[in-house]
């Protein structure tokens, strides 16, 4: 202890230099860094080679790099410049990465391998497409060749692509001059034995067995294993392991049903490692039948013991744990492939289509603002602009020229008489993806490798919804129009991905605020009209939103039964409840409600106007009703926030099935006269020669209890009374 504290008569040594400490620069990680031009977009084709050494994407047809995705579960992702020695003419193309899925055994490469033409917004350079096919390529060199080399049977090579375009795909058709019927080519054999319906025994060494494996995926359909339906089981059997059983279905493991001493089963001299054959012998198969009808007829159990012996015979549960992972893998993969095939998944690669027009005019003038702001605080280029600031007189050339430029609100919303650009994109050198709502980007999550790896042009965003585009034509009129009018009519909706699932296992609201099927509707109409006086045109440009989703309180509803009736959760309190009430709606008056119109919020004596979120509950309100106590409780709580201050929030009860009861549809009519003043309050975006001329200031909020039926109803009614008056103004 002594030497330790004792000084040192040496003369210490001097320290080494030190290298100079780097100062940290707070910023973004290089992978989120963007060039400072505008960024391109997302590539539209991209072709994909499987090397030893990774998977190789590259634009197409003009690439500068190609990045190469590692082999592993944890598949690496790095971008090379060139081409590289490799001989891309093998490559596939494609028209998207949706992401990488990572699961148990492997991670998978989802691609967009087919897509449809959903229409244009206005201009043919902002296209929107909807989702066709989905391959998914597994990142293991010897599966992914087999999935590439499927790809490019159906012409998806290069050398194949068609001249004219490459929109939809389709199998190659041989060349005749005679017209064949659209059907399924099936090539017979000659061999006479093919015919018999029993194949010999001698035959065994033929392959009947087919891997599980979804290399692609167009359809429902599609998603399918198409193998004739050799189930050893009655309709009753067969459905109840289909619904019941969470694991395979019937056949595709070695069961207790399938290891009994039958003479028809699979031969011994069959490995142990083989999947059970997908065609059985009719004897097997009606032996098999007989026992579980048997079950059926002959058992005296419980009804819930004979469905667990139906299914622990037909479809059990896996016996190891990597069988069980092998057989969830395959479902997740299965499941995850069918939601973006089965219809309503659109993406475009020019311009963003998470947000409304509006929302977009707002974001724009944002950025504006703070631009400004930015060159007040930035010093002057040049000593003459000094000079020229005293100039600062109301007749002065550059008060003049301050006077032109349009009004920007301090929070970055639109006014009236703004000059703008009606498809004008905000932070357009940003990459797309750093664009989007997030709320509605469906597939962020499997985007999140590229994101991370900085890949911003192969990152698409997808939307889940609805685009509907139609073009019509109207003659002239003396009356209203004496020129002819081509009118744009577009319908968006964007589904949000917060709270999403399933009918009846997704109600209410969760501890974020977020509702389950909340839908954002958006209607777009352009008219343009010849000025039959000067020769010219005119073009009008109106939006509309409104929005639905559950009512705002934990509640739930089992699936059993007919009708269900919703209830609140027992396990949260009444203020909770608010609190989370209160969070959405708050929410909703940011998103929807424009600054200047709720610094004038409504007087008491203006409360029938609904208030700039304006609320109708279509639930039934009757006490005995099923439906009662979740949307009675809806409106009880808006009230009680309402006296705890709670401003721009509109109520409005409308009992659907008691107002139209006997199919009398057309008494919505009298709640659309009830909501007359608030149509009015709430206009809608109105840009007439890329100047605005007015704009929304609040919107409607219609659900039900599953915001499908009745609410689709009810905002078809609301649309019609904002695209008349926008007809009216364009005709004027």
């Known amino acids: 202890m002594r030497r330790l504290f004792s000084k040192s008569s040496k003369t210490p040594?001097?320290?080494?230099?030190?290298?100079?400490?780097?100062?940290?620069?707070?910023?973004?990680?290089?992978?989120?860094?963007?060039?400072?031009?505008?960024?391109?977009?997302?590539?539209?084709?991209i072709a994909l080679l499987a090397t030893p050494n990774g998977l190789l994407?590259?634009?197409?047809?003009?690439?500068?790099?190609?990045?190469?995705?590692?082999w592993s579960k944890n598949p690496r992702l790095t971008e090379v410049d060139g081409d590289g020695d490799h001989d891309w003419n093998e490559s596939v193309v494609v028209y998207g990465i949706v992401g990488i899925l990572d699961l148990y055994s492997t991670s998978y490469?989802?691609?967009?391998?087919?897509?449809?033409?959903?229409?244009?917004?206005?201009?043919?350079?902002?296209?929107?497409?909807?989702?066709?096919?989905?391959?998914?390529?597994?990142?293991?060199?010897?599966?992914?060749?087999?999935?590439?080399?499927?790809?490019?049977?159906?012409?998806?090579?290069?050398?194949?692509?068609?001249?004219?375009t490459i929109d939809t795909l389709a199998p190659s058709e041989p060349e005749s001059s005679e017209s064949t019927p659209d059907t399924p080519r099936v090539q017979f054999s000659e061999a006479e034995h093919i015919k018999i319906l029993t194949p010999p025994a001698?035959?065994?060494?033929?392959?009947?067995t087919a891997p599980l494996s979804i290399p692609d995926v167009q359809s429902d359909s599609a998603s399918e294993i198409s193998t004739p339906d050799t189930s050893p089981a009655t309709p009753v059997t067969k459905t109840i392991a289909n619904r019941l059983s969470f694991w395979s279905r019937l056949s595709k493991r070695q069961s207790s049903l399938f290891s009994s001493s039958s003479s028809a089963s699979i031969t011994s001299s069959a490995p142990s490692d083989v999947s059970e054959p997908l065609i059985r012998s009719p004897v097997f198969l009606k032996e098999t039948q007989v026992h579980l009808e048997t079950i059926i007829d002959e058992s005296k159990a419980e009804p819930k013991a004979v469905i667990t012996t139906i299914i622990n015979e037909t479809a059990p549960p896996p016996a190891t744990t990597e069988e069980k992972h092998s057989e969830l893998e395959d479902k997740i993969l299965?499941?995850?492939?069918?939601?973006?095939?089965r219809g309503g998944m659109y993406f475009a690669y020019t311009f963003d289509i998470t947000r409304s027009l509006q929302h977009k005019q707002e974001l724009v003038a944002k950025a504006k603002k703070q631009s400004e702001l930015l060159d007040d605080l930035l010093p002057p280029k040049d000593k003459d602009r000094k000079g020229k600031d005293k100039d600062k007189g109301p007749n002065s050339p550059t008060r003049k020229a301050q006077d032109k430029e349009p009004h920007v609100h301090s929070a970055g919303h639109i006014h009236e008489g703004d000059k703008v650009n009606p498809l004008a994109e905000p932070n357009p050198t940003l990459p797309l993806w750093r664009r989007v709502d997030k709320q509605f980007w469906w597939n962020e999550w499997l985007s999140k490798p590229l994101i991370d790896a900085g890949l911003h042009s192969y990152i698409l965003p997808l939307m889940q919804g609805y685009y509907q585009f139609a073009q019509i034509t109207f003659p002239p009129d003396d009356l209203t129009h004496p020129t002819a009018l081509t009118v744009d009519y577009i319908l968006v909706s964007r589904r949000s991905k917060e709270r999403a699932g399933l009918r009846y296992q997704r109600r209410g609201i969760d501890d974020e605020a977020c509702v389950a099927n909340f839908v954002e509707s958006e209607m777009i109409m352009g008219v343009e009209r010849g000025d039959g006086e000067s020769g010219g045109k005119s073009k009008s440009i109106f939006g509309y939103v409104q929005i639905r989703g559950s009512i705002p309180l934990y509640w739930t509803q089992t699936s059993y039964g007919l009708k269900p009736p919703p209830i609140l959760s027992t396990n949260r309190t009444h203020a909770q409840n608010l609190d989370a009430m209160k969070k959405h709606l708050e929410r909703l008056k940011t998103r929807y409600v424009s600054p200047s119109s709720s610094q004038e919020l409504q007087s008491p004596k203006d409360k029938d106007a609904g208030g700039e979120i304006t609320i109708i509950n279509l639930a039934e309100q009757g006490k005995t009703s099923k439906e009662h106590e979740v949307a009675g409780g809806f409106g009880k709580g808006v009230s009680e926030l309402a006296e705890k201050g709670l401003t721009g929030v509109g109520y409005h009860d409308y009992d659907?099935?008691?107002?139209?009861?006997?199919?009398?549809?057309?008494n919505i009519s009298k709640l659309v006269d009830r909501m007359e003043k608030t149509f009015e309050s709430q206009g809608y975006l109105w840009i007439l020669n890329?100047?605005?001329?007015?704009?929304?200031?609040g919107a409607f909020r219609v659900n039900c209890i599953d915001c499908l039926d009745r609410t689709n109803v009810v905002q078809v009614q609301v649309i019609p009374e904002h695209q008349d008056a926008a007809f009216k103004m364009s005709t004027a």
């Open 690 to 697: 890329d100047e605005i001329m007015s704009q929304q200031k």
């Open 57 to 70: 994407l590259r634009p197409y047809p003009t690439p500068t790099s190609h990045v190469r995705i590692s």
């Open 109 to 164: 490469l989802l691609v967009i391998t087919a897509k449809e033409n959903a229409g244009n917004l206005f201009e043919p350079t902002h296209t929107v497409f909807t989702v066709k096919g989905i391959t998914a390529i597994p990142l293991a060199h010897d599966r992914a060749q087999i999935t590439l080399n499927t790809l490019s049977s159906r012409n998806l090579r290069p050398s194949l692509l068609p001249s004219s």
């Open 13 to 45: 040594s001097p320290a080494p230099a030190s290298a100079p400490v780097p100062v940290t620069v707070p910023r973004l990680q290089p992978a989120y860094t963007v060039p400072p031009v505008p960024h391109p977009c997302p590539y539209d084709h």
């Open 202 to 208: 001698e035959q065994s060494e033929f392959p009947l």
């Open 334 to 341: 299965r499941e995850c492939v069918r939601e973006f095939v």
């Open 656 to 666: 659907f099935h008691v107002e139209t009861k006997g199919m009398k549809y057309e």
